[in-house]
Structures are given as C-alpha cells and as structure tokens.
C-alpha cells in the first residue's frame, strides 16, 4: 500500500495526517505548543520550534503505523501565514517570528497607508496594510533592529522555513505569498514596483513556485533527523487558509467556508480576480483561481480566554463526582471535559444570553474592523446574568463577528451556495448550531480530521495524477460528518439582537482609542 502525508505548522501546534492513497486515514500526530508575548501586543515564535515538532510528528507516525516510510509517495507543507521568518547567512534565524496576530507594526500600517496611499496598495498587492502582513514586519525591522536588519537575507513564511530545514530548498507559494503584502495577487508575482518605492531590495524574497509543484526533495540531513526516504518529493505547499479549504472541499463557485480556529476566517472561493476595495483580504488559491476572505483575530481564542478567567460552573460537576475527589484529579476531570461541561452549561442558557452581547476584540481586530485599539466588551450586563450567559455571549458574540465579515461577502455579489464551518470550535455542536441560527442557513461539519494536514495529502494525491483535479479528489477524500439546520424562531431572535451587536462598534471607535491610550500610557498593556 501507497501513502501520503500532510503536516500543518499551526500556531499552537503542528499536526501531521498519513493517509492511503484514496483518503482515509492511517495515523495522525500532533504536537502542542505556545508562542511568546515579550512585550504588550508582540506574539512571537523560534522557527527552530516548528522543525523540531515537525520532526516529532513524523517520527511518531512512523513509529504508529509501522509502514516503511519508503511506501510515503510525497510530502505536503502547510502552515500559519503572515508570520514571519528573517534569515541572515546559511540561512540562519535572526530573530524570533513576528506572528500573524503580532500588533507591533501599527506606525509601518500608517505609514504606508500615508507614504504609497490606500489606492495604489490595493492596485499593486489587491490587499491594504494590515499588522498581519509581512510587509509592515519588514519596514518595523529596518525600523527598530537595525542590525538585525543589515544581517537581512531572506524572509519567508512558517512552512517555507521548515521546508528549507528539510530539503535545503527555499521557495513558497501564490497561496502564502499573497498574505505578505508583497504580492502582485491579480498577476501572480511580487511587486517589483512596491519596493522600488520603498527601497527594498526584492532579491530577499523567495522564488514562488505554484502550490501544486514539487519543488523540493528530502536532503540526505533531512532523512538521517527524520526517518523519511531521501529524495522524497516535496510540494510547495500552502498557507494554512488554503490548506484547511482544501481540506474541506472547498473548490467550486459560491463555496464558503468559517474557520473557528484561534482566530477566525469567513471565505469565499472565486474563479475571477475582483478588484479589491479593501474590506476584505484577496488572496491567491492553489488551483491558480482566487478567494477572498474577513479574518478575525480572537474567535476560539475568546472562549478559550473564557473558560481560563471566567470558569466553568462547579456546583453543576461537583455533584456528579466523588465528593472526595482530590484537586489534581478534578482538575485532570473538567480539562478532559470541558468542551462538553460547557455545552451542558450554555445549554441551560436561552439563546440570545438574556440580552448579554460580547464584542470578541480582545486582540484588536482585522475584519471587519481593522482596528489593533479595538477591545472586548460585555454589554447588557445585569445581576441575572452569571457565567454561563457570560460563556454564551462569548460564543454568539464571535459568531456576530463573523456575521459582520460574512454581509461583506453578500455586499460583493457573490452567490453563496454552501457553507462549510470547520476549525476546533467547530468541534462543539452548540457553537455550530448557534452558527446556523445566526447565518439562518445551512452549515455543514465535514469529518473532524479534515484540516490543512488533510487538505495537503488531497492536494498530493492531485499532484501526483491520481486524481484529474482537486474537485475529483475531494469526491473520494471527504465525508459529511453532521448538518445543522436553522432555527426559525431563533434567528428571528438573533437578527435583533445582531442589530445591536453591529451598532456598538461604531459608537464606541472613539471610546476604544482613548482606553487604549490609557492602558498604554498608564498599566503598559
């Protein structure tokens, strides 16, 4: 038997999928990880970290399978986009990795947006500045590490980088490339005229060979650390967005797919390029086709920050266990279940959470806001609210967010005919049906595995002829795995209270820029 397989550079871990040759899946391996906040606003990562994981998911999965890893036809890359890497001589890290969520680069937005102008960025990179992007990380090093910078060889992205360890080969992909802001999205290509304004040098930036290529090979140093076969054919890869659409069979016109992963992405696949007005990101497919898509930054991220401060309701476990539970056991209990604790929870909430909205801005916001001064609000509360309309609100109110992202679509045009929701929140039944009732639409939860490691051994399985396209594999490799249908008499509630929702932001523009101030000036936040 033949196999494939996919590994993902994530921002809390990576994960790894070995799958025959028609989809289904042999073995998985995840490793888990944090990133660093050195300062107020910085979230960073050593690149050295996502090779070192890389390289104990693949042991792992040859050790669990027990297949000779000689059998494995191909590698597939994904990975987090945005974030960073700057190499210096032989290619060595110069510094950690700016992340995509990083804030640091608000004064380099500013002044691009003052110095190039919001129109002519959009003509020649189909995107406007945004702290994401690597192009502002670039201008914020030049800026602030001038050493670092003089030391300056090559940047790329997560799964670039990783690549580069494995094979030697350094090189990225239309999908990855185009979230830099260095990227010619329309004509596939960097923008020569882009850092010729900004007297940039673009030899730092790496050859761009389609997703679907493979354009590199495991070296033998690669093989030794690894246990993979030396010579090993490797795809270029994609950015984890296109990843994780292609692992869910998102391919066709009118596909939409919401991402409930650490943050959040409402997308839309399109065959034509659209000329961007900037309310939305435009980026490039791995098919050569385009997509375009609102990112959120605090979606799983806000429940998660949720469950940490605010907790889970103990008298509702506690009399479901041995009173004389230790705490270490407890605690061991509620990290197992928590998922499940709080859907029992927040199903003892009515939807809508009593009048409790949350604005999920914990991290400022990208979409469809692009405001790094945005912050996270409770509003509407009262004493007949407690932590399980606190926990509620959490959840509609991301769901609010990317309802705000998702109008922008419907504005564009585009005839959306599927919604897919994907994304480790969408593990949680509740959250999905609370999508569905909010979207007033049909949603649909493919197979739990169907990530961007997924989505990397389907698009190896395209590349190497055994299937005619990325459509014809997704036939074999994908199943539903649950359907949720609206609820008339909830979303009738929801678009109420949405109106709210969606009225608070503007009104409070203001408000959060002075807060931000304060923090800033005041607590160093």
């Known amino acids: 038997m033949k196999y494939l397989l996919g590994i993902c550079i994530g921002t809390s871990n990576t994960k790894a999928i070995l799958t025959n040759v028609e989809g289904k899946i042999i073995s998985s391996s995840v490793v888990d990880y944090k990133f660093e906040r050195p300062f107020p606003g910085w979230t960073e990562q050593n690149p050295d970290l996502w090779f070192k994981s890389t390289v104990s998911v693949i042991k792992d999965i040859l050790e669990k399978s027990d297949i000779c890893p000689k059998d494995i036809l191909s590698l597939g890359l994904s990975g987090q986009m945005h974030s960073t890497v700057f190499l210096g001589n032989d290619n060595r890290v110069i510094r950690p990795a700016p992340l995509w969520n990083d804030q640091r680069t608000k004064k380099e937005c500013e002044f691009l947006l003052k110095y190039i102008g919001l129109e002519k960025i959009l003509k020649l990179t189909s995107n406007k500045p945004l702290t994401s992007f690597s192009l502002p990380k670039l201008l914020w090093l030049r800026n602030n590490e001038h050493s670092n910078y003089k030391n300056l060889k090559k940047i790329c992205l997560s799964k670039d980088f990783v690549k580069l360890k494995l094979s030697g080969k350094l090189s990225t992909d239309p999908s990855d490339a ?28 790496p050859d761009v060979i389609p997703s679907g290529k493979f354009s590199a090979n495991i070296s033998k140093d690669g093989s030794e650390i690894t246990g993979l076969p030396e010579g090993l054919p490797i795809l270029t890869g994609t950015g984890d967005t296109a990843g994780e659409m292609l692992g869910n069979g998102i391919c066709k016109e009118g596909d939409c797919q919401i991402i409930l992963g650490t943050g959040g992405v409402v997308l839309i696949y399109h065959s034509d390029y659209y000329p961007n007005d900037g309310k939305l990101d435009e980026f490039c497919f791995p098919d050569g086709k385009f997509y375009s898509l609102g990112v959120t930054l605090s979606s799983s991220a806000s429940l998660t920050w949720g469950l940490n401060n605010i907790g889970l309701n103990l008298d509702l476990v506690m009399h479901k266990l041995d009173k004389n539970i230790n705490y270490y056991e407890l605690s061991r209990v509620m990290e197992k279940n928590k998922y499940h604790i709080l859907t029992d929870q927040t199903k003892r909430v009515n939807p809508g959470s009593d009048g409790l909205i949350f604005l999920p801005y914990l991290a400022g916001e990208r979409a469809p806001y692009s405001d790094p001064s945005a912050k996270g609000v409770f509003f509407g509360l009262n004493f007949s609210h407690n932590r399980g309309h606190m926990l509620r609100s959490i959840m509609e109110g991301v769901a609010f967010s990317h309802k705000d ?6 504005k564009r045009g585009f005839n959306i005919k599927n919604i897919i929701i994907s994304g480790g929140g969408a593990k949680d039944d509740l959250w999905c049906q609370v999508y569905a009732d909010i979207f007033n639409s049909q949603i649909t939860r493919m197979s739990l595995e169907s990530g961007p490691s997924f989505g990397m051994c389907l698009l190896n399985a395209v590349s190497l002829k055994l299937f005619n396209s990325i459509s014809d594999a997704s036939k074999k490799f994908l199943r ?3 359907v949720f249908h609206p609820n008339t008499q909830n979303t009738s509630l929801y678009k109420d209270l949405y109106d709210i929702y969606h009225n608070l932001y503007p009104k409070l523009k203001d408000s959060f820029d002075k807060i931000n101030s304060f923090q800033e000036n005041n607590y160093n936040l």
């Open 178 to 205: 185009s979230g830099t802001l260095c990227f010619d999205v329309k004509n596939h290509k960097w923008s020569d005229e882009l850092f010729n304004e900004l007297k940039l040098n673009i030899d730092i930036l």
């Open 480 to 482: 539903t795995e649950k």
């Open 405 to 410: 992202c998702f109008q922008i679509v419907e």
